[in-house]
């Protein structure tokens, strides 16, 4: 993968995690059951992790960053406050966020990444997949009950 590439994969990748921190925080506002508010909180945190951890692999390839706020069109896959009213409205957004930010994950290793952000991101890919399926799980639970 070109030093190119790999910026503009890192950078959407991090716009990505800016993008699930805010949504995150949206849903554990918009949440009604105090456990997943919890759970929600403390993947927004993650979520800053990750994108600060990206934005330092940035820098450290001399990459300048103007603005770490998630871009709108990114954002949109995290829409809580625009969906169906009640707890599987939020987890159903929830999902459909982490739907776009595993895909993202997957093409971006994909392609030979420079050894020392590979696993940072690897590590990443493997915990949003994981709550991504979490979050399935616990809404398809949410609509059997």
Not at 58 to 75: F, I, K, R, S, T
Not at 114 to 139: C, F, W, Y
Request: hydrophobic share 35%.
């Amino acid at each position: 993968m070109t030093k190119d590439r790999v910026i503009a994969s890192l950078q959407r990748l991090a716009e990505l995690c800016r993008a699930g921190q805010q949504g995150y925080q949206e849903a554990a506002e918009h949440i009604g059951d105090s456990q997943l508010r919890s759970y929600f909180n403390d993947e927004s945190m993650e979520r800053a992790r990750y994108a600060s951890e990206l934005h330092h692999a940035l820098h450290q390839m001399g990459v300048e960053l103007e603005n770490e706020a998630a871009a709108p069109e990114l954002h949109r896959g995290w829409e809580v406050s625009g969906t169906i009213p009640g707890d599987d409205g939020v987890l159903a957004a929830v999902e459909e966020g982490e739907d776009v930010a595993r895909k993202a994950y997957e093409e971006a290793l994909q392609e030979p990444l420079p050894e020392t952000i590979e696993g940072p991101v690897r590590s990443q890919a493997q915990a949003v997949i994981a709550a991504h399926d979490h979050v399935k799980l616990l809404r398809e639970k949410k609509q059997a009950a």
